[in-house]
């Protein structure tokens, strides 16, 4: 089991910053990917960072050069920062760890971006 517990969401206007948080626990030893999902109203839920089992990592198109995944280990935790945001990245945020073929989530957390 794995647990996932997301931080950093809130309100912030177009062209500003946040920085997600991901502090994971439990069986972290078996964790073969982690990355960073969000859900806007009426859409599926979409990758839009992420690390491969391999160590590389993966943007969706729409938020490349503007976002970054990053890791601690010693922490047991993976960022996102988020530059140059946009009102089309409002969503809520979710954390997502691989073990095999089973996906956890954290509860997710809520990014609005408005002026």
């Known amino acids: 089991q794995v647990q996932l517990v997301e931080s950093g969401g809130g309100l912030v206007q177009p062209g500003g910053s946040l920085r997600l948080s991901c502090e994971a626990s439990?069986?972290?030893?078996?964790?073969?990917?982690m990355g960073w999902y969000r859900q806007a109203p009426g859409k599926q839920r979409e990758l839009v960072a992420a690390?491969?089992?391999?160590?590389?990592?993966n943007y969706a198109r729409s938020v490349k050069g503007r976002f970054t995944i990053s890791g601690d280990s010693a922490k047991n935790t993976v960022y996102l920062q988020m530059n140059a945001l946009k009102p089309e990245d409002t969503a809520v945020y979710y954390c997502n760890a691989r073990v095999m073929l089973v996906d956890y989530w954290g509860q997710g957390t809520q990014v609005t971006v408005s002026s």
């Open positions: 690390f491969t089992p391999g160590g590389s990592t």
């Open positions: 439990g069986s972290i030893f078996s964790i073969a990917a």
